[in-house]
């Protein structure tokens, strides 16, 4: 069994804190650990208790090794948590996990080594943390102990063995790997039962999104530097581990080159989305995908933890080719990552010819190459995707709860990749459902995820929703998938991305009469706007089906109900594909100035089009121009698109009787 090394697990233990509230004498919350500046990191669990009704509440950090064992002032950051949790409810793993801050700055201590791994193979860990003393509960001791890790939980929950036992207080405990002196949980619960424990895996961390990237670059330049408070170093005393691996040629990749590569990967602008980090590294690794079910990558830190093979040192070849590759990314998008070039070429000098020639010549995936435009010049508008062009389409399909006294909706989630329609990535098909009022902060973080492993930079993936036509006027341009924005960074996703609805009954192989509507509006040389229905008349299926093959309807009310709801229906039954609605209502009696405004608009839209697949863009720009001016009377502010393209037609449903098992 490998032993620990005791330098590695002292550093740890300088880095590891308790929880206390401000009050004097105040019984111990929980452990905690330091993993960059200012910045701890703990269980969401043992902070929300005390934290009911006031999250910016200040509270004490102790430890007896940071500010010599006084207490220093803390609040807290941000954390995973859904809600405010309930005194019975058991915390899920994936939304166990807190970051604090120190209330002062400039305070000195140790800060942990994270893995950059995505993987942990599972083996011995050393857990230490604080626990109260047995005869008072207002004073802190620490405790060590350690335990091996044989099983896993989904993506995030790590299992302990059932010999190890651990004591109260001891949550959000740093776990370190033995074999390569890195942190790779967080202790989350005690032993139950047979059960020896549960740990949270470090990669949860990617799920605070873009403060993960702060706190890793932050991290990494910490560790980048010589070290200041104890003297010691992890990255050296790692070298002497067995994961470390023979490190006596060029050729390899040792933990000192890990550490002076991440340090300068934290200067770097951070990538806007997940595939750029994915496409890269796995260049890196000579066109081989990594492993699956290896989670998402959201840094470039987390990109060169996927060059590892099964738990083995990176070799050098991969790592440099990978940094290389960052710095031609970067310098596609306008950065000049001089430092980390300047770096890749002084290790090339130890590396042998071929290595040598391999990162030199490094190339971007013709997929991620920045296409710019001279002096800002309007660029090309975006088609929208059709089959086999290698584009991904997110969609989401609403299905409303049959039988609910009011509207709740059960849902799911996948992506058209351009070759076909995958399964569900994420879905809610069972229970009560989702109130309307809910469905946004229900899909922010599924959809966040998927977006994020799909969409290419300066192009994000299109979002189709799929519901019932008497759902039509669910303005889902209008929805906020950021809670919070930035101030440059719109939140709206019908202002970021190509957003159009979809018929959900429109399931399976498409009718004749659709399909060829459809082929003779893409023939067609330019689209035209057919007010519908014709002014002072009722809608009739003659309207629809009398429309030459480039019209588009287009409706100055609301499509869910009423005169509305007829006509969608009927240009539905007609086989159109494409039609254009007003989502917020419209007078009793007759059309006003504004309609007219709305129909004018609609048909200049419609003749700058030069062909259907341009249309969702052009919409696009213009809820971007409505954002930009918060026009709240333009005509497009409350249009909805429908975009249905029968070549690429949603899953049948497969509601059939099945065998019983």
């Known amino acids: 069994m490998t032993e620990s090394d005791s330098v590695i697990d002292a550093l740890a233990r300088a880095a590891t804190v308790h929880f206390t509230s401000a009050h004097q004498d105040a019984a111990m919350w929980g452990s905690g650990f330091f993993v960059a500046p200012g910045w701890v990191l703990t269980c969401a669990h043992v902070l929300a208790p005390h934290l009911k009704g006031d999250r910016t509440r200040t509270f004490h950090l102790s430890g007896s090794e940071v500010n010599d064992g006084e207490p220093l002032s803390a609040r807290l950051e941000c954390w995973l948590l859904d809600g405010e949790p309930r005194a019975e409810q058991r915390v899920p793993v994936e939304q166990d996990l807190a970051l604090v801050r120190l209330v002062e700055s400039g305070v000195e201590h140790e800060c942990v080594w994270l893995t950059d791994r995505t993987e942990y193979p599972g083996g011995r860990g050393i857990v230490q943390g604080y626990r109260p003393e047995e005869d008072s509960v207002r004073r802190a001791v620490r405790w060590k102990a350690a335990a091996r890790i044989n099983g896993f939980d989904d993506d995030y929950g790590m299992r302990f063995r059932p010999e190890a036992e651990f004591p109260k207080g001891g949550s959000g405990s740093p776990v370190l790997d033995a074999h390569t002196g890195a942190v790779v949980g967080i202790l989350k619960s005690r032993r139950v039962g047979r059960d020896g424990g549960m740990a949270i895996a470090a990669t949860a961390l990617r799920r605070f999104g873009p403060t993960y990237q702060l706190l890793m670059a932050a991290h990494d330049r910490w560790h980048g530097q010589s070290p200041k408070v104890t003297g010691h170093n992890w990255i050296e005393r790692q070298h002497q581990l067995p994961g470390a691996g023979l490190h006596t040629g060029g050729d390899q990749w040792s933990p000192r080159d890990r550490r002076e590569a991440l340090s300068l990967l934290a200067a770097v602008h951070p990538p806007a989305a997940i595939r750029p980090v994915v496409e890269l590294a796995k260049k890196a690794r000579g066109g081989v995908a990594s492993p699956p079910g290896q989670l998402l990558p959201r840094s470039w830190r987390d990109g060169h933890g996927l060059l590892y093979e099964a738990g083995q040192p990176v070799a050098a070849i991969a790592a440099l080719h990978y940094l290389q590759l960052v710095v031609e990314y970067e310098r596609s998008r306008g950065g000049d990552p001089v430092a980390l070039a300047d770096w890749v070429a002084r290790r090339l000098q130890d590396v042998p010819r071929i290595v040598h020639t391999v990162v030199t010549e490094a190339t971007l995936p013709p997929g991620l190459v920045h296409a710019r435009t001279p002096d800002g010049q309007d660029r090309i508008v975006v088609r929208y995707p059709r089959p086999g062009d290698g584009s991904a389409v997110v969609i989401v399909e609403l299905e409303p709860v049959c039988d609910a006294r009011t509207t709740r909706f059960y849902w799911r989630i996948r992506v058209d990749d351009g070759q076909d329609v995958n399964e569900p990535l994420h879905e809610e098909q069972t229970g009560d459902g989702v109130p309307p009022e809910q469905l946004v902060q229900k899909l922010r973080g599924p959809l966040d995820e998927v977006f994020a492993s799909v969409d290419s930079p300066g192009s994000p993936a299109p979002l189709e929703v799929a519901l019932p036509v008497d759902h039509f006027d669910t303005a889902v341009h209008r929805w906020q998938l950021t809670e919070m924005a930035r101030l440059h960074h719109p939140a709206y996703v019908g202002v970021r991305r190509m957003v159009v609805l979809r018929d959900l009954a429109r399931r399976g192989k498409p009718d004749a009469v659709w399909q060829r509507r459809w082929e003779g509006m893409l023939a067609s040389d330019a689209l035209t706007a057919c007010r519908t229905p014709p002014q002072r008349q009722v809608p009739r299926p003659r309207h629809f089906e009398d429309m030459p093959p480039s019209a588009v309807p287009v409706l100055c009310r609301p499509a869910g109900s009423g005169v509305g709801r007829r006509a969608i229906g009927m240009a539905l039954q ?88």
Do not use: K
């Open 574 to 661: 007609a086989g159109l594909g494409i039609a254009l609605w007003h989502t917020d209502g419209h007078p009793d009696h007759g059309c006003t100035e504004f309609c007219e405004e709305l129909h004018q608009g609609a048909a200049q839209l419609l003749g700058m089009t030069a062909a259907a697949v341009e249309l969702p863009d052009r919409l696009r720009r213009i809820r971007d121009d409505i954002s930009g001016s918060r026009n709240s009377r333009h005509w497009a502010e409350g249009v909805a698109m429908l975009y249905d393209d029968p070549s690429r037609p949603l899953p049948a449903d497969d509601t059939g009787p099945v065998d019983s098992p």
